[in-house]
């Protein structure tokens, strides 16, 4: 089955600088990828997400980038804010009618 | 529209006991899939339902069982309890699930404590 590894595990930046985090993922029939937000003590809410036909995708200060060949995509955030300070986790999907397969998240901490 | 709902928000459970936990997804949604999420584990799947048929299941025990409703209403089961098992249950819902690429909302989840 799928398995996605994500990395680094914890970042931390200082307000306005970039943050990037990368997943990289087994199973190249996987089509849809997805990244979530969790705050704390909060449910992981869908940020952005990009399919496997789209190498890119760009929503203000949020991009996915999708690398098909390497297995793997990453979330970049820049300008990064306080508020930005959460887990994020990364999923990937295999086919229809497949579980999401999540990786074990990155705790990011936005330095004042 | 409402969003994701389950309850309780918060249990507390002796071990040996079972439990019950609810989660009613969006309108419409006929997924619904289950995660335990503990201090870093991230998000372990247990199982997603969809139109009243398990459809996958992650590897947790057979103590961890769930069914869905016809009205997509989804309940998750734990018998037996152990201290383990106490964690954040989350329940996500998506129109299709899986690789329709439909985004998956989640509930606010289900703390369950176990004493």
């Known amino acids: 089955g799928e398995n996605v590894e994500q990395h680094p595990s914890t970042l931390s930046v200082q307000e306005g600088d970039s943050a990037v985090i990368k997943c990289t993922y087994s199973d190249s029939a996987s089509n849809y990828f997805p990244w979530y937000k969790q705050e704390l003590g909060k449910r992981p809410q869908l940020i952005i997400d990009i399919r496997s036909n789209v190498g890119e995708k760009k929503d203000q200060r949020i991009a996915v980038t999708l690398n098909k060949t390497a297995k793997h995509f990453s979330l970049h955030i820049t300008e990064t804010q306080p508020e930005d300070s959460a887990v994020y986790f990364c999923a990937a999907i295999l086919n229809y009618g497949q579980n999401f397969v999540f990786g074990p998240g990155t705790r990011l901490s936005v330095l004042p | 529209k409402a969003g994701v709902t389950q309850t309780p928000r918060y249990l507390i459970k002796t071990r040996g006991q079972q439990v019950t936990l609810s989660c009613s997804p969006i309108s419409g949604h006929r997924s619904v899939s289950w995660y335990q999420q503990t201090p870093g584990q991230g998000l372990q799947f247990l199982f997603e339902y969809f139109s009243e048929t398990q459809r996958n299941k992650g590897n947790f025990p057979g103590r961890f069982s769930g069914r869905q409703f016809s009205n997509s209403r989804s309940e998750m089961n734990v018998s037996t309890l152990e201290l383990g098992d106490s964690a954040l249950y989350l329940c996500?819902?998506?129109?299709?699930?899986?690789?329709?690429?439909?985004?998956?909302?989640f509930g606010q989840g289900t703390r369950l404590t176990v004493v």
């Open positions: 996500a819902s998506s129109f299709t699930g899986g690789g329709g690429g439909t985004e998956a909302f």
